[in-house]
Nanobody
Framework: HVQLVESGGGSVQAGGSLRLSCVVS????????MGWFRRSPGKGLEGVAA???????TYSDSVKGRFSVSQGDSWSTLYLQMNSLKPEDTAMYYC????????????????WGQGTQVTVS
């Protein structure tokens, strides 16, 4: 099965930047799209960004223009570049994998990483 390990989280001041990484191992041909999700205290899981094998991307309105999702060669790594961070971006961030087209619906993803914490003050 595909395994996902996130890194790159941390604490940053508002207006700062962070780059999250998600290393993908045990790649299979079932993998077609990947996404980033986040969960804030007291809130549900929110889809942030997603990318498809041939480059199509989707962003939530809350991060559009500030965050950028990209993938390494052959799905080796998934990245999330986060700029102009706001306190409301504070959350645990997860990467996830799915077969089929990219989307921001968490229930459609079949494999998840353990998450990396981002704190913006």
């Amino acid at each position: 099965h595909v395994q996902l390990v996130e890194s790159g989280g941390g604490s940053v001041q508002a207006g700062g930047s962070l780059r999250l990484s998600c290393v993908v191992s045990r790649y299979t041909s079932k993998l077609y799209a990947m996404g980033w999700f986040r969960r804030s205290p007291g809130k549900g899981l929110e889809g942030v960004a997603a990318v498809e094998m041939y480059g199509s991307t989707t962003y939530s309105d809350s991060v559009k223009g500030r965050f950028s999702v990209s993938q390494g060669d052959s799905w080796s790594t998934l990245y999330l570049q986060m700029n102009s961070l706001k306190p409301e971006d504070t959350a645990m961030y997860y990467c996830a994998a799915k077969s089929g087209p990219q989307c921001l619906t968490s229930l459609k993803y079949y494999r998840w990483g353990q998450g990396t914490q981002v704190t913006v003050s």
